[in-house]
């Protein structure tokens, strides 16, 4: 059966660990994989964006073409999918070319349709719902930091704090469970995750030992915390810009609130940032900031997932 990378808990918590493992190695070795071309066995990966993106487009692309792959954009606005091909005849077709499809999109119910249809693995560069190629850089980014094996996720603090009932509050729930760590999100009533996702992540913490608390409070979710991560307030798609600044202001991360985590707490942004709005100058700019790490980290993470999916070898 065709495997993908939908959410994060599509690949197994040992899984996570091995592929990060990987992303480390290519990470220190960046131009030693030849894995999308392995034994002259050349593969071809479609990167479909239906929404923008700086980070996730270029380290796809770059990633592949590192590898020894070939790497197809496609965009919406100049295919046929802009003008209404349905995504399961787009799914049938690219199987016919490509050896996977990268593809960034709206609604986790188009993605499932193209996996569905397609024969070959699908991997999701940014739904509504979920992130989880951001995830596996994060959590990359975060080990690093740890300067520890990777075993030492687990037991990791890490805050999320300001709009969590989106994409990245819901993949960092779930694959930061599946590493072990102990997510606190520090978010109002009404951005806070869903209660499937808290479930989902309770049966996930059963087997690693990490834990999911959710608080109003966002010096409570922050005290203390290793890590603390956010993200806009107003994510691609989503409306009421004005009312989720009104709603999300005292979730702001600025220096004050960075004070509460401990001493040598890091700070992640997946990027694009609103500074000023979700994180301030000082804080995204400042020391304790990992960010660009973080924005490095996608190539490598993404290569690691790549040639671990469809990649022959590793060298
Ligand atoms: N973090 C992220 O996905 O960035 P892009 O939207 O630029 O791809």
Redo the contacts with the bound molecule.
């Keep these: 059966m065709t495997r993908h990378f939908l959410k994060d808990d599509d690949l197994t918590p040992a899984e996570q660990s091995e592929l990060l493992r990987l992303a480390a190695d290519m990470k220190d070795d960046r131009h030693g994989f030849d894995s999308l071309n392995h034994q002259g066995r050349l593969r071809s990966v479609a990167v479909v964006f239906e929404?923008?993106?700086?980070?996730?487009?270029?380290?796809f692309q770059i990633g592949i073409a590192e590898l020894g792959g070939h790497p197809v954009l496609l965009d919406a606005q100049s295919s046929q999918l802009g003008r209404g091909e349905s995504i399961a005849d787009t799914a049938r077709v690219l199987s016919r070319y490509v050896d996977a499809i990268v593809i960034?999109t709206f609604g986790d119910d188009r993605i499932a349709e193209l996996a569905e249809h397609a024969t070959v693995p699908v991997v999701n560069?940014?739904t509504d719902g979920w992130?989880p190629?951001?995830l596996l850089a994060d959590l990359q980014t975060i080990a690093e930091h740890r300067k520890e094996s990777l075993h030492t996720l687990r037991g990791t603090d890490i805050a999320f704090v300001g709009d969590a009932a989106f994409n990245m509050g819901n993949s960092t729930v779930i694959a930061c469970s599946m590493a072990g760590m102990h997510v606190r999100i520090g978010a109002p009533a009404g951005y806070q995750p869903a209660r499937e996702v808290l479930e989902r992540a309770a049966e996930i913490n059963a087997e690693t030992g990490g834990s999911v608390t959710v608080t109003d409070d966002p010096v409570k979710a922050v005290t203390g915390a290793d890590v603390v991560s956010t993200d806009v307030w107003a994510s691609?798609g989503v409306e009421n810009r004005e009312h989720r600044i009104t709603d999300l202001t005292a979730y702001r991360l600025d220096a004050e609130l960075l004070g509460h985590a401990a001493e040598d707490a890091i700070v992640l942004h997946?990027?694009?940032a609103h500074r000023g709005e979700e994180i301030t100058d000082d804080v995204i700019d400042g020391p304790q900031s990992r960010v660009f790490d973080q924005?490095e980290n996608?190539l490598h993470a993404q290569k690691a997932l790549l040639a671990w999916m469809i990649g022959g070898g590793h060298r």
Excluded: G, N, V
């Excluded at 929404?51 to 380290?59: A, D, Q």
């Design positions: 929404k923008p993106s700086t980070r996730t487009r270029m380290s960034r560069a940014l992130h190629c951001q691609m997946c990027l694009p924005a996608r």
